[in-house]
């Protein structure tokens, strides 16, 4: 039998967590369907982004999409057109959620927890906790409970010194055996640029400093731990050259760390490749908020990158 498609990176918010955010009176908040951060401006959210019946029917290609594609979900024909088998959904960094006063977060963690795990099959959850206040406590119980992993606001790593300062949480994870995910945190000052600026701006230099931080520190904290960073790092394993030429040396690939494809396309998934090499590119699509891109790599690299990369990512093993 063939190894189930695995998206590692998508976001769908269980009923639990969008009454914690409406009960909030500042943000991060939901005020109806209208989404209230700091930093960025107020966005409405689309309720049926975060159906969790119609997501499936989304993976499995029975969704009504209201266009005239055809083949599996809506997207048309190729690599891209069939959906995932097992679907790893994690909290929204850009949130914020992970950076409030601990009597904050807690409520909005919990309901998170609770809610995303209680979807079930063929759902799995990403872990939130505290970065203001580590507490490795609250990542093992996360994982006792059932959560794949734990996810991290990349900003919360923007200096190699913040990997010391995050060990507990690392190193939790590391002992468990379970991945850690590195996501954009929120950004700070978007509100009076174009929507997509955070998007294109914030997220990808959190994820470019996250990623460095990690290539200097990372291993001395963790050794063994298992660690993604959501698309494709920011490109920053791109920036290999200008390391070397500005005294860093020779990139060294880490078979443990990888980068997933959501919102890129051919011409970054193969830059990341060409780098990296394909065993360390995983499939993520950041749904709803972005969609599958064609690979258009041959067979045999989106198998890797659909299939059996993702899975070692969660599960571990070598390529």
């Known amino acids: 039998m063939e190894p189930p498609i695995i998206d590692v990176h998508q976001h769908l918010w269980p009923a639990e967590f969008i009454e914690a955010l409406r009960r909030r009176a500042k943000p991060p908040r ?21 159906d969790p019946a119609r997501r499936l029917a989304i993976e499995t290609g029975t969704a009504d999409t209201g266009t005239a594609e055809t083949g599996p979900a809506g997207r048309g024909a190729g690599t891209a ?31 998170w927890h609770a809610g995303a795990l209680a979807l079930g099959e063929p759902y799995r959850v990403w872990a939130a906790t505290n970065v203001r206040e580590p507490d490795p406590a609250t990542v093992t119980a996360a994982l006792d409970a059932g959560c794949a992993g734990l996810q991290l606001p990349a900003d919360a790593l923007a200096a190699p010194a913040d990997l010391e300062r995050l060990a507990p949480l690392l190193q939790a994870c590391d002992a468990a055996g ?24 914030d997220y990808v230099a959190q994820l470019q400093a996250a990623w460095w931080s990690w290539h ?45 494809t959501s919102s890129y396309g051919r011409q970054g998934i193969d830059a990341l490749t060409r780098v990296l090499g394909i065993d360390v590119i995983v499939n993520g699509t950041d749904r709803p908020y972005a969609e599958p891109a064609e690979l258009c790599l041959g067979d045999a690299a989106t198998h890797a990158i659909r299939r059996s990369n993702p899975r070692r990512l969660l599960e571990g093993g070598q390529p």
């Open 81 to 111: 057109a069939r959906g995932a088998d097992v679907i790893v959904i994690g909290p929204s960094s850009p949130l914020g959620l992970e950076w409030l006063p601990p009597e904050e977060a807690e409520p909005l963690i919990d309901a």
């Open 30 to 50: 939901l005020d109806g369907w209208t989404l209230h951060l700091n930093g960025e401006p107020a966005q409405r959210i689309d309720p049926a982004d975060h």
């Open 178 to 201: 379970r991945p850690v995910m590195i996501h954009p945190g929120p950004a700070r000052d978007a509100a009076d640029r174009p929507g997509w600026w955070a998007a294109v701006v």
């Open 216 to 260: 200097v520190a990372g291993r001395d904290v963790a050794p063994d731990l298992r660690v993604c960073f959501v698309a494709g790092a920011g490109l920053a394993p791109v920036h290999h050259e200008r390391y070397a030429a500005r005294g860093g040396g020779r990139l060294t690939v880490d078979p443990g760390v990888f980068a997933d």
